[in-house]
């Protein structure tokens, strides 16, 4: 079992910043893919960003809806992956959800919630106009 938590969520006026953080526990954190997906209210769940084993390095995938206000990154010697959002718009508000899924060889879709096996609970953004 992986369990997550996340944190740095809140309310920000528009064009600011948060660096949300997810520390994990339970499981060797060098093993695992790391994902961060949101949920807006009325909306489904989506993709944000990933930030992947590559050998020994990390690959990193953003969400177009995020591109080039969003970075992601891990620390593996904290247990922790960080989302951090520039230019915070309306439309960035949702619950913002971090997941892992035990790194496996071959080809992996890590845009679906379905390729993820562990959730935390969320940590809710709020963006002011």
């Known amino acids: 079992q992986v369990q997550l938590v996340e944190s740095g969520g809140g309310l920000v006026q528009a064009g600011g910043s948060l660096r949300l953080s997810c520390a994990a526990s339970g499981r060797t954190f060098s093993n695992y893919d790391m994902g961060w997906f949101r949920q807006a209210p009325g909306k489904e769940r989506e993709f944000v960003a990933a930030?992947?084993?590559?050998?020994?390095?990390?690959?990193?995938i953003i969400a177009d809806s995020v591109q080039g206000r969003c970075t992601i990154s891990r620390d593996n010697t904290k247990n922790t992956v960080y989302l951090q959002i520039h230019s915070l718009e309306p439309e960035d508000t949702a619950v913002y959800y971090c997941?892992?899924?035990?790194?496996?060889?071959?080809?992996?879709?890590?845009?679906?919630?379905?390729?993820?096996?562990?959730w935390g609970q969320g940590t809710q953004v709020t963006v002011s106009s």
């Open positions: 930030a992947t084993i590559n050998g020994p390095g990390t690959n990193t």
């Open positions: 997941a892992a899924q035990r790194h496996e060889t071959g080809y992996t879709n890590y845009r679906s919630m379905r390729t993820y096996d562990y």
